[in-house]
Nanobody, 116 residues
Framework: QVQLVESGGGLVQAGGSLRLSCAAS????????MSWYRQAPGKERELVAT????????TYADSVKGRFTISRDNAKNAVYLQMNSLKPEDTAVYYC?????????WGQGTQVAVSS
């Protein structure tokens, strides 16, 4: 059974940091491209960051470049999102996504709230 379980969300003041984790199971994690998405209230889900299967390439949304870092540990079947210099506009539910060809898996999300 495929599972993606996010953790690490919470309430933080502007300028603070959080580290999100996503634990994967039930599929060959090292073959999948992993991404973090977020969805704020009343807005569409948006792509935050992506890392290729071996971790050699990372891409970021312009809004988080220089503040967020995506990483993965294929030995632990986990992907992470280090979020620094958080802003109130980063408030959203953050989702972990795994993609390989036509296979596409999602976690249940973890809430991040940034107070001003």
């Amino acid at each position: 059974q495929v599972q993606l379980v996010e953790s690490g969300g919470g309430l933080v003041q502007a300028g603070g940091s959080l580290r999100l984790s996503c634990a994967a199971s039930g599929f060959t994690f090292s073959s999948y491209r992993m991404s973090w998405y977020r969805q704020a209230p009343g807005k569409e889900r948006e792509l935050v960051a992506t890392i290729t299967s071996a971790g050699g390439s990372k891409t970021y949304a312009d809004s988080v470049k220089g503040r967020f870092t995506i990483s993965r540990d294929n030995a632990k079947n986990a992907v992470y999102l280090q979020m620094n210099s958080l802003k109130p506009e980063d408030t959203a539910v953050y989702y972990c996504n795994a993609r390989y060809n036509f296979l596409d898996y999602w976690g249940q999300g973890t809430q991040v709230a940034v107070s001003s």
